[in-house]
Structures are given as structure tokens and as C-alpha cells.
């Protein structure tokens, strides 16, 4: 099946620093989803992106989707200490009828004070 | 709040039991996703219902099984457990197609399952 490389795996920064992590596939998508999971909840939405070269931006997220269809990248700007969370990309192929989300495997995020 | 509630929030029971996990979507979607998500594994996709009738399927074992009622809501059994089945279960829903945001998937708090 689809596979999603998401990197880092972890990040340690310090508050006020700005955050990038990526994902990659093997695989075109033609939506991809960014979200974010505290321990023992469940993921949030953060952003949606629908179209190649897309960059949208929510607060001090900004996310773009690749031109090739195949990466992502999300972006938190001067990171505060409630940012501390995985973050998931999430991506659906192209193909009519396809619903079926493929999770990379999550970017920890810790923020030092 | 996703608006999408599951019941119970934790779980625990025994090897070879049966157990039945409870979702609620999110009000006016039609589309109810499951989803397990264990350490090693990740976040892995397991069924997606439409309108009460079977979708997709994913990396569902046998021993589970899904349906969607008329109300939309959804149930997920699992039988014959096994220790490695310990892990969190998640559903989503999402718009129906033809909205805008019908590709987004909205997550609700999941049931943590410990299988002893």
C-alpha cells in the first residue's frame, strides 16, 4: 500500500524558534491534510490542502502541497509552549471514490521554555 | 469538539472476548471512518461506511466488523481479542460529497482498548 514518509521524526526548539517538517510519498495525492494529536485525544484538523502548489496558511501555521503531487510541508512560526504535540499529515490518493486517509508516522514536537 | 462522539473511552477486557465500540458522527455527515492506531503501527485505516452501506476497506482483520445504522451512527466489533489488538480506536466523519470540505476527515476522542 501508500506509504507517507514524515520527517523529522522528533524536534526539540525553543520557544519563539520557527518549526518545518515534511512528508513525502511515492504516490500522487490530491488532497493532503495536516493534523495534530495530544496524548490521548484525537487528531485535530489543522489544515486542508486541495490543490497542487496550494499554500494556506491558519494563524501561524502555513502548509503547502507540493507541485509533484507526492510532498507537503507544514510550517509553525514563532512556536509557543501549547504547540507541544504529534503532527500527523495525512493524505488521499487520486482515484474516484477514495476515502481512505494514509497517516505518515507522526512528527513530535516539543517545545523548551 | 469535532461535534464526533465514541463510547466508551477506555476498554479493558480479556483475551478471546468480544467488545463493541460506539460512534457518533458529526451532525448532517454521512461518512463513518475507523481507524486503529497503535505504537508500532500508526494510524492505520480500517472500514469507511457511506449512508449505512460499506465503502472501503482497509487493514480490518476477520474478527472485526463494522456497520452503520439508519441514525448514521456506527458500531465497531471486535471478537476473539488478542493482546495485539490493544491500541487506540478512532473514528471520523466527513461531509458529504459535492460540499467543499468533504475530503476533510474530523476525528472524535477515540476508545482506548486494553486487552489483558
Known amino acids: 500500500g501508500q506509504q507517507l514518509n514524515q520527517s523529522p521524526q522528533s524536534m526539540f526548539i525553543q520557544e519563539g524558534e520557527d518549526v518545518s517538517m515534511n512528508c513525502t510519498s511515492s504516490s500522487i495525492f490530491n488532497t493532503w491534510l495536516w493534523y495534530k494529536q495530544d496524548p490521548g485525544e484525537g487528531p485535530v484538523l489543522l489544515i486542508a490542502?486541495?490543490?497542487?502548489?496550494e499554500l494556506t496558511s491558519n494563524g501561524r501555521l502555513t502548509a503547502q502541497f507540493g507541485i509533484t503531487r507526492k510532498d507537503s510541508f507544514l510550517n509553525i512560526s514563532a512556536s509557543i509552549p501549547s504547540d507541544v504535540g504529534i503532527y500527523f499529515c495525512?493524505?488521499?490518493?487520486?482515484?474516484?471514490?477514495?476515502?481512505?486517509?494514509?497517516f505518515g508516522k507522526g512528527t513530535k514536537l516539543s517545545v523548551i521554555p | 469538539d469535532s461535534g464526533v462522539t465514541q463510547t466508551p473511552k477506555h476498554l479493558i477486557t480479556a483475551t478471546g472476548q468480544r467488545v463493541t465500540l460506539r460512534c457518533s458522527p458529526r451532525s448532517g455527515d454521512l461518512s463513518v471512518y475507523w481507524y486503529q492506531q497503535s505504537l508500532d503501527q500508526g494510524l492505520q485505516f480500517l472500514i469507511h461506511y457511506y449512508n449505512g452501506e460499506e465503502r472501503a476497506k482497509g487493514n480490518i482483520l476477520e474478527r472485526f466488523s463494522a456497520q452503520q445504522f439508519p441514525d448514521l451512527h456506527s458500531e465497531l466489533n471486535l471478537s476473539s481479542l488478542e493482546l495485539g489488538d490493544s491500541a487506540l480506536y478512532f473514528c471520523?466523519?466527513?461531509?458529504?460529497?459535492?460540499?467543499?470540505?468533504?475530503?476533510?476527515?474530523?476525528f472524535g476522542p477515540g476508545t482506548r482498548l486494553t486487552v489483558l
Open positions: 490542502l486541495y490543490k497542487a502548489g
Open positions: 495525512a493524505g488521499l490518493p487520486s482515484g474516484a471514490g477514495s476515502y481512505q486517509l494514509t
Open positions: 471520523a466523519s466527513s461531509a458529504p460529497p459535492g460540499t467543499s470540505s468533504y475530503n476533510e476527515q474530523f
